[in-house]
């Protein structure tokens, strides 16, 4: 079973930095274990990517495997679609336990249409920007999302090298989040180690993504831990 998300008033947001562990880099052998390590772990969503083999060069995992996941998982699950046509499958991941539900703008013809689609199962709705997408083509749907993913390597494949960027796209939706006095969330998702972490709270990221980071190193609960310390 999964709780409610929070989403936190805009001034102390950014105090609360938000750990989402990457399940794309669990032992998919042993799902229900690390599922329940991170349950027990300071960790507060469990990101979960999918991806279809057209939208991004690689195929993850489906419905079968989240609505499997959902049932262990005592934390939200902050779903990532890297597939073409997610207005398909909305009620899809609505049904198998998505809270979060995040698609791609370049995926997306009609992304007004589509976060409003979200919104209506009762999921929050998230949008990701690619590497390449500027920050500044979401300004006319800021007012309806939930969470703004800023993609810090290019989707497809856990364990890359984060793009430095990063910072400046931060700093520019940071700028616009105030102008626009809205209250969306700041997700970073690639590359995010114990080299940048720290940076990245700081610059006004309020959702961490760490896939191999956490999973590859020798205790991921203390990983984590190190991580809400920062
Ligand atoms: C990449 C995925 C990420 C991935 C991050 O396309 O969206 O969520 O799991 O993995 P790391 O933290 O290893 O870069
Ligand atoms: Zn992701």
């Not at 609360?16 to 300071?42: T, V």
């Not at 060069?57 to 997610?86: C, R, T, W, Y």
């Not at 207005?87 to 995926?107: M, S």
């Amino acid at each position: 079973m999964v709780t409610n998300v929070v989403f936190l008033q805009p001034q102390i947001r950014s105090m609360k930095k938000l750990i989402a562990p990457s399940l794309l880099s669990a032992d998919f052998a042993n799902l229900q274990r690390d599922i329940e390590m991170i349950n027990k772990s300071e960790a507060d969503w469990f990101h979960v990517d999918v991806m279809d083999g057209v939208f991004v060069p690689n195929i993850s995992f489906g419905m079968p495997v989240i609505k499997a996941m959902s049932k262990h998982a005592q934390k939200p699950l902050d779903v990532h679609l890297m597939i073409v046509e997610p207005d398909k499958y909305i009620k899809e991941f609505k049904a198998c336990g998505a809270e979060i539900l995040t698609v791609h703008y370049e995926a997306c013809t009609h992304l007004h249409r589509t976060l409003q689609a979200i919104k209506a199962e009762g999921m929050k709705a998230g949008v990701a920007l690619n590497p390449h997408t500027p920050v500044s083509l979401l300004t006319d749907v800021l007012a309806e999302v939930d969470l703004v993913l800023i993609m810090s390597v290019n989707p497809g494949f856990g364990g890359q090298r984060f793009i430095e960027n990063t910072f400046h796209k931060i700093q520019q939706l940071v700028d616009m989040r105030k102008h626009a006095a809205a209250d969306f969330l700041i997700e970073v998702d690639g590359g995010v180690n114990e080299t940048n972490a720290h940076r990245l709270f700081m610059a006004g990221v309020d959702v961490l993504v760490a896939g191999n980071y956490v999973f590859g190193s020798d205790n991921p609960a203390a990983t984590i831990q190190s991580m809400k310390k920062l």
